[in-house]
């Protein structure tokens, strides 16, 4: 029985269309792929040859069997005129911790132009190790934590059955990108929080399972192939919006001790992408940068400090020069990075970018200072703006804070 992860059933031969019209009497393109046990009995078509600004309707014929209709929009050419764009955007849907309300209600919506997703799409945990405030609402399947391939194929199939997810997927094009749980809690370049080689096996096979299930199934066009496949890449709207989303987990350096948070040679985002990004940001023709982020950039120090004045207190205790960070998964663990990042954007006098954000399940609206200890005196980069979770614990759930009543 050819079942999510079961490696098993022969290849589907699945014929496709595209239409002007919800009915297809208008079919603008049309064509077959196959699916079959190698890609998990997932297809992918990369449709070529449509027209710019168009809403289009799209569905799959296996002989009687027809699947349910969906809607995308493209996007605008490149010398658009544009006077504004809404997306919904996303992070941290897990499963065990609540229905997705928050995806059933952006389905409804009939204003935006797509959603943008940034990453912990789902999460690794076995059965009732990760819930609600009162403990998990539905179970994860398979019952285990998952690390191998069919792990992962199960788990984003069992995803994938969510109404309102399912719904949300019919009606919008998304723009995803990763974070850490796709693969394992607080994933970096060579390993995980959430990783025991020797019990887990080998963290390089669990990264290329979570990796190609999630390249099966997902709605991303990654380039490259094999181990040098790339997933951080860039989208144009007219002349009013460019959007970089990026990887922030393949490249990273493992998150550092207090001592090493400044420390040069250590990166988030690894050479190649914080080139292309800067490059991005500095050369974009659009009145508006934007830049898909999995982990908050802004600096969150406690206090803030300023390195001229206090750099040999700093040094004598072996904590970081602008101050001690709350959380070095973010940004903060990485301080050169965000110092190359912000110093491309302020010598080149770039306008108008703004870091939309996930992760912390949180809702945060940050300006970037150059220098947190000199704000809000001294210069800003950019803006910040970090969305709540879809169903991933806050802190008050965390703390199980009662919830508020007026």
Same mark, same amino acid.
């Given at each position: 029985?050819?079942?999510?992860?079961?490696?098993?059933?022969?290849?589907?031969?699945?014929?496709?269309?595209?239409?002007?019209?919800?009915?297809?009497?208008?079919?603008?393109?049309?064509?077959?792929?196959?699916?079959?046990?190698?890609?998990?009995?997932?297809?992918?078509?990369?449709?070529?040859?449509?027209?710019?600004?168009?809403?289009? %309707?799209?569905?799959?014929? @296996?002989? =009687? &069997?027809?699947?349910?209709?969906?809607?995308?929009?493209?996007? /605008? !050419?490149? #010398?658009?005129?544009?006077?504004?764009?809404?997306?919904?955007?996303?992070?941290?849907?897990?499963?065990?911790?609540?229905?997705?309300?928050?995806?059933?209600?952006?389905?409804?919506?009939?204003?935006?132009?797509?959603?943008?997703?940034?990453?912990?799409?789902?999460?690794?945990?076995?059965?009732?190790?990760?819930?609600?405030?009162?403990?998990?609402?539905?179970?994860?399947?398979?019952?285990?934590?998952?690390?191998?391939?069919?792990?992962?194929?199960?788990?984003?199939?069992?995803?994938?059955?969510?109404?309102?997810?399912?719904?949300?997927?019919?009606?919008?094009?998304?723009?995803?990108?990763?974070?850490?749980?796709?693969?394992?809690?607080?994933?970096?370049?060579?390993?995980?929080?959430?990783?025991?080689?020797?019990?887990?096996?080998? %963290?390089?096979?669990?990264? @290329?399972? =979570? &990796?190609?299930?999630?390249?099966?199934?997902?709605?991303?066009? /990654? !380039?490259? #192939?094999?181990?040098?496949?790339?997933?951080?890449?860039?989208?144009?709207?007219?002349?009013?919006?460019?959007?970089?989303?990026?990887?922030?987990?393949?490249?990273?350096?493992?998150?550092?001790?207090?001592?090493?948070?400044?420390?040069?040679?250590?990166?988030?985002?690894?050479?190649?992408?914080?080139?292309?990004?800067?490059?991005?940001?500095?050369?974009?023709?659009?009145?508006?940068?934007?830049?898909?982020?999995?982990?908050?950039?802004?600096?969150?120090?406690?206090?803030?400090?300023?390195?001229?004045?206090?750099?040999?207190?700093?040094?004598?205790?072996?904590?970081?020069?602008?101050?001690?960070?709350?959380?070095?998964?973010?940004?903060?663990?990485?301080?050169?990075?965000?110092?190359?990042?912000?110093?491309?954007?302020?010598?080149?006098?770039?306008?108008?970018?703004?870091?939309?954000?996930?992760?912390?399940?949180?809702?945060?609206?940050?300006?970037?200072?150059?220098?947190?200890?000199?704000?809000?005196?001294?210069?800003?980069?950019?803006?910040?703006?970090?969305?709540?979770?879809?169903?991933?614990?806050?802190?008050?759930?965390?703390?199980?804070?009662?919830?508020?009543?007026?």
């Amino acid at each position: 029985e050819a079942t999510p992860g079961s490696g098993v059933g022969p290849a589907v031969t699945l014929n496709w269309q595209v239409a002007t019209d919800e009915g297809f009497a208008s079919v603008v393109a049309s064509g077959s792929v196959a699916a079959s046990a190698d890609s998990d009995h997932t297809a992918k078509v990369d449709v070529t040859g449509l027209d710019p600004s168009t809403t289009y %309707w799209y569905r799959f014929i @296996a002989g =009687s &069997a027809v699947s349910p209709v969906g809607r995308t929009r493209t996007a /605008p !050419s490149n #010398s658009a005129d544009l006077d504004r764009l809404r997306f919904g955007v996303v992070s941290c849907s897990n499963w065990e911790a609540g229905y997705f309300g928050a995806y059933r209600h952006l389905a409804f919506r009939e204003d935006l132009d797509a959603i943008i997703h940034l990453g912990d799409y789902i999460y690794e945990y076995g059965q009732g190790e990760y819930g609600a405030r009162n403990g998990s609402v539905r179970l994860h399947e398979p019952a285990h934590e998952i690390i191998s391939l069919a792990d992962y194929r199960i788990r984003h199939a069992q995803y994938k059955t969510d109404p309102d997810l399912a719904a949300l997927h019919l009606k919008l094009p998304f723009i995803a990108t990763w974070d850490d749980h796709e693969s394992a809690d607080n994933a970096y370049r060579d390993g995980a929080e959430n990783h025991t080689p020797g019990v887990e096996g080998d %963290w390089a096979d669990r990264k @290329a399972n =979570s &990796a190609k299930a999630y390249f099966e199934w997902m709605p991303v066009r /990654p !380039s490259g #192939s094999g181990s040098s496949v790339q997933l951080y890449r860039r989208f144009r709207f007219g002349n009013l919006a460019e959007i970089s989303m990026l990887d922030l987990r393949t490249y990273r350096d493992e998150q550092p001790t207090m001592k090493q948070v400044d420390d040069p040679s250590r990166s988030i985002t690894g050479r190649a992408q914080m080139d292309w990004l800067t490059n991005g940001i500095v050369t974009s023709p659009t009145q508006w940068k934007i830049v898909g982020n999995p982990v908050m950039i802004t600096p969150c120090v406690f206090p803030p400090l300023e390195p001229a004045t206090t750099a040999a207190l700093t040094e004598l205790v072996g904590v970081p020069q602008a101050g001690v960070p709350y959380n070095t998964d973010q940004w903060d663990g990485y301080t050169a990075d965000r110092t190359r990042l912000f110093d491309a954007i302020t010598s080149n006098g770039v306008d108008n970018t703004v870091f939309i954000t996930g992760d912390i399940h949180t809702s945060w609206a940050c300006d970037l200072p150059t220098n947190a200890a000199d704000y809000p005196g001294g210069p800003t980069v950019g803006a910040e703006f970090v969305v709540p979770s879809v169903t991933s614990p806050n802190i008050d759930d965390m703390l199980k804070v009662p919830p508020r009543t007026v």
